[in-house]
């Protein structure tokens, strides 16, 4: 059986590959950040706010839901965005746990 090679990698670092493929589109950033920026829930069509066509946008969209970055709730003909404040914070944590690993030394970590 042919053997993937991110499989030949710890589960740990895979995860935070992924995650980090996800969040590697500038597309997908504005979305993140209009959400945040919005404080609540957008029922709706997101493109308007984004340089790009309605189908790639859904794209992006369904990237952030598979990571679990927001969540979309069908409501009606139309579908409920909101950031998942919980998938966010444990994105978050990751994030300054990685970078704080591979910190150059001191005065570099997260929060600093």
């Known amino acids: 059986m042919v053997q993937s090679k991110t499989e030949l990698f710890d589960k740990g670092l895979a995860d935070k590959a992924e995650l980090f493929k996800t969040l590697g589109h500038p597309a997908r950033l504005q979305i993140l950040q209009f959400l945040s920026q919005t404080r609540n829930c957008i029922t709706g069509d997101i493109s308007d706010e984004l340089p790009?066509?309605?189908?790639?946008?859904?794209?992006?969209?369904?990237?952030?839901?598979?990571?679990?970055?927001?969540?979309?709730?069908?409501?009606?003909?139309?579908?409920?965005?909101?950031?998942?404040?919980?998938?966010?914070?444990?994105?978050?944590?990751?994030?300054?746990?990685?970078?704080?690993?591979?910190?150059?030394?001191?005065?570099?970590?997260?929060?600093?």
Not at 70 to 93: A, F, N, S, W
């Open 52 to 112: 790009l066509g309605r189908t790639t946008v859904n794209q992006h969209l369904k990237e952030l839901k598979n990571a679990g970055l927001i969540q979309g709730h069908i409501e009606g003909v139309k579908t409920k965005y909101c950031l998942d404040p919980v998938r966010i914070r444990e994105m978050k944590e990751l994030l300054c746990h990685f970078m704080e690993e591979i910190q150059p030394g001191d005065g570099y970590g997260c929060g600093e």
